[in-house]
């Protein structure tokens, strides 16, 4: 592990700090219904009585954090000193990155619906995607759909990484490597 990877880690490690003292709340509504609808992040040692932290998002976040900072380390991996390897911006690369925003994007967009409409049905009723931090306070995340879009994310950048990967040539061996290794199958048989 080189020194910029160490830093990536120790920056996620600082997040994962922030995360976890600014966790996402939802708050419980007035109604006979009794909904939790999203009510913000908010310091973990000052909420109110009628607060509790959202796990679900909590754990969403985490994952998209642990993504982002693998998605971090492997960019920052040591290249090897072949011409085509020194660029930077590989199909790899290029995928790495375009998941992390799209990650991140999710996340600062989530799928809401009134909270009214909140049932135990298994697929929710959906009012669009808003910014987390102007939503409007009738609206609770969809964490079905939020963890659906996630999941579609990782396994097709996942599944673009490995079909860009360059293949690696392989080594001929020396005549002198070559009769070492008959050797070695000769005396095996």
């Not at 967009?109 to 306070?137: C, N």
Request: glycine fraction near 2%.
């Amino acid at each position: 592990m080189n020194s910029k990877q160490k830093i990536a880690i120790w920056v996620g490690l600082c997040n994962v700090i922030f995360l976890l003292l600014f966790p996402p709340y939802d708050s419980l509504t007035a109604s006979e219904a009794n909904a939790l609808i999203f009510a913000g992040f908010n310091f973990v040692f000052s909420r109110s009585s009628n607060e509790v932290i959202n796990t679900d998002v909590l754990f969403l976040e985490m994952v998209v954090l642990s993504v982002n900072v693998a998605i971090a380390w492997l960019l920052m991996r040591d290249n090897n000193d072949t011409a085509d390897t020194k660029r930077f911006f590989t199909a790899q690369n290029s995928i790495l990155l375009m998941v992390g925003i799209n990650l991140t994007l999710i996340l600062l967009f989530p799928p809401f619906e009134y909270v009214y409409a909140v049932t135990r049905a298994i697929l929710p009723t959906f009012q669009g995607f808003y910014f987390i931090f102007s939503a409007d306070p009738l609206f609770t995340i969809i964490t079905p759909i939020l963890y659906l879009e996630v999941v579609f994310v990782l396994v097709n950048g996942a599944l673009l990484w490995l079909f860009f990967r360059k293949e690696k040539p392989a080594q001929e061996l020396s005549p002198q490597e070559a009769m070492e290794l008959m050797r070695k199958l000769r005396s095996k048989h």
